[in-house]
């Protein structure tokens, strides 16, 4: 008989923006995230860093723990630093450990809009057990209007300054290796994968609310986008049904 195989299914969450209400569409409630970090500690989540996810993607890593679990979280705003940041705290504090977080940048705004976080907030984070700083192209353009805007030679210069840019400035910035990807708008193309790839990064993710697997594309790998509309219970069913994949799947013959 066939040696069962084990195919994880990971649930990777995005947040944004946080604040005592929703004041937007991306924001989340403070109140409602702590509520989000308590589900994912009591069923029994084990918060993996992103890095972990893509080396088992690329074939490095054989096996994740049962239940892995990815936070991400877009855009630099200042409010991951006055209100996420103290609350994965706490939540660490609870469980006796780091729980790793990926913070995508978008450099153009760091230090410069009164919504962003500040370069000396942004090297304080990346001190912390756990933080990993990743890139969120340069100046987050929406890449599939840009490319019928401009001619494909325009659209290539573009893309490239996008993403070699970000990189380097993060990682100018902060002394990080950048390796990660998160598109803008969670949109791309088949062309901007391979782009990705060319310039050095390892994994680019998208948004597609599914849990990612070793069938995700390594360049646009699925993610849960994870607003204030999202409550306890909801998250509950999106992970359980994650974790209960992989246990379907380990019963599976090759």
């Known amino acids: 008989m066939a040696e069962p195989t084990f195919l994880q299914a990971v649930p990777i969450l995005v947040y944004h923006r946080f604040a005592d209400r929703a004041v937007d569409s991306m924001s989340i409630r403070r109140s409602l995230f ?13 918060v993996i860093p992103l890095s972990d996810w893509v080396a088992y993607r690329r074939g490095e890593l054989k096996q994740l723990p049962a239940r892995a679990l990815v936070l991400t979280v877009d855009d630099g705003h ?16 609870r469980t006796g450990a780091a729980w790793p977080i990926t913070l995508f940048i978008y450099p153009s705004a760091i230090s410069k809009a009164s919504y ?19 890139s969120h192209s340069y100046w987050h353009p929406n890449f599939v209007q840009e490319r019928r805007r401009l001619d494909p030679a325009a659209f290539d210069r573009f893309a ?6 970000s990189r380097g400035v993060l990682q100018d910035k902060l002394g990080t290796a950048v390796t990660q990807l998160a598109w ?12 990705a790839e060319e310039l050095g990064y390892h994994a680019a993710f998208g948004l597609s609310n599914r849990a990612a697997t070793l069938q995700s594309p390594q360049f646009d790998a699925p993610r849960y986008l994870t607003l204030d509309s999202v409550s306890e219970r909801a998250l509950a069913v999106w992970l359980k049904q994650a974790f209960q994949a992989s ?8």
Do not use: N
């Open 160 to 165: 490239r300054q996008q993403l070699q840019r």
């Open 34 to 46: 702590a509520a989000h970090l308590e589900t994912i500690h009591r069923l029994g989540a084990q």
């Open 78 to 93: 200042l409010s991951q630093y006055q209100v996420m940041a103290p609350l994965l705290q706490e939540a660490s504090q």
């Open 247 to 254: 246990q379907i799947d380990q019963e599976k013959p090759t």
């Open 184 to 195: 803008p708008f969670g949109l791309s193309d088949a062309g901007l994968h391979a782009l």
């Open 116 to 134: 962003a976080m500040s370069w000396a907030q942004l090297r304080e984070l990346s001190r912390q057990p756990g933080f990993s700083l990743q």
